[in-house]
């Protein structure tokens, strides 16, 4: 059991009047009396907490009536906690029996009213990816240890490959989970979608020193397909696309202008095969002013798609 279930238990007794001492943790949680000893006194050192000892029922007591723990009962730790537990679902994630089980105590450390909250919340990313929690576990275990890692990977459209990676960066995209890594294979850092890969083993090889992440590198450009900017691409938003987009952040440097019949979305774009389908999304309420190659990119996939409805 964690230090902070322990902490939670001690709490509930003496806040019941069951007057627990150092020997009821040591035999409710199977440690050492050393430890006990220790949460007490973070308990009231370190949190604040008006215990005191009665000699004669040789167990603690509050001083104080209504001491609550920082994190007990509050409505937005409640909410924060279940919303977490409500996005691992929705990123695939919801069928690790870690996850169930951090569930479980949640619903009886933090609050009674926890339980009925996860029931009232509803999250919906509608292109999550279902993933085989066996290889997730394992590209966490490399991640975490800081070791490489063999891959069998297939990407869309291409052959499988075997490969030996640096793992250096768990990424959810728009429901969808990627590995960042170094490719020993091309000799460069790739983007590795997971779901595409077939088996994964964890080595003991630690990773080079020299390897890191830099974050600014998946920051440069619009999208989840990454590298420096090609181009500033200009897009025009009119009618209920315009109020839709008005509040939704796409890059760190978008820039969003006022204009008469709507608004002028301007970011970076490396790679324009998403920032397509996202136009594409808005119908006629979106238009691109510029670069030409986008533009051109956007008018030949609508013409094609009036090919298929003529």
Not at 82 to 99: D, F, I, R, T, Y
Not at 119 to 147: G, N
Not at 259 to 270: A, D, H, R, T, W
């Amino acid at each position: 059991m964690s230090f902070l279930e322990r902490i939670f238990f001690f709490h509930q007794e003496t806040r019941g009047g069951n007057f627990p001492n150092s020997r009821t943790l040591s035999a409710s949680f199977e440690i050492s009396a050393a430890t006990a000893k220790r949460d007490i006194n973070y308990l009231r050192d370190r949190l604040l907490a008006p215990l005191a000892f009665d000699t004669k029922k040789n167990g603690y007591y509050y001083t104080e009536d209504g001491f609550r723990l920082p994190f007990e009962e509050s409505p937005r730790i409640v909410f924060l906690l279940a919303m977490l537990n409500k996005l691992a679902e929705e990123a695939g994630l919801g069928g690790l029996p870690e996850v169930r089980q951090l569930e479980q105590r949640l619903a009886v450390m933090i609050s009674p009213e926890y339980g009925k909250l996860v029931d009232s919340l509803h999250c919906q990313w509608i292109e999550v990816e279902s993933i085989d929690h066996r290889i997730f576990e394992t590209i966490i275990e490399a991640v975490v240890k800081k070791r490489l890692l063999t891959l069998t990977y297939q990407p869309i459209g291409g052959k499988k490959t075997a490969r030996a990676v640096a793992p250096l960066q768990l990424i959810n995209h728009q429901g969808r989970w990627y590995l960042f890594a170094f490719c020993n294979l091309r000799g460069s850092h790739r983007l590795f979608h997971i779901a595409r890969v077939q088996s994964a083993t964890v080595t003991r090889h630690p990773l080079p020193p020299h390897l890191h992440f830099d974050r600014d590198h998946l920051m440069q450009s619009f999208g989840i397909f990454q590298g420096a900017p090609r181009y500033q691409a200009e897009i025009l938003f009119t009618a209920t696309a315009a109020d839709l987009v008005a509040h939704q952040h796409w890059h760190n440097d978008q820039i969003i202008t006022n204009v008469e019949n709507g608004i002028v979305v301007q970011l970076p774009v490396s790679d324009d095969r998403e920032l397509v389908m996202k136009i594409l999304q808005y119908g006629a309420m979106a238009r691109v002013l510029s670069p030409p190659e986008l533009i051109q990119r956007v008018k030949s996939t609508i013409e094609a798609m009036a090919v298929i409805y003529s």
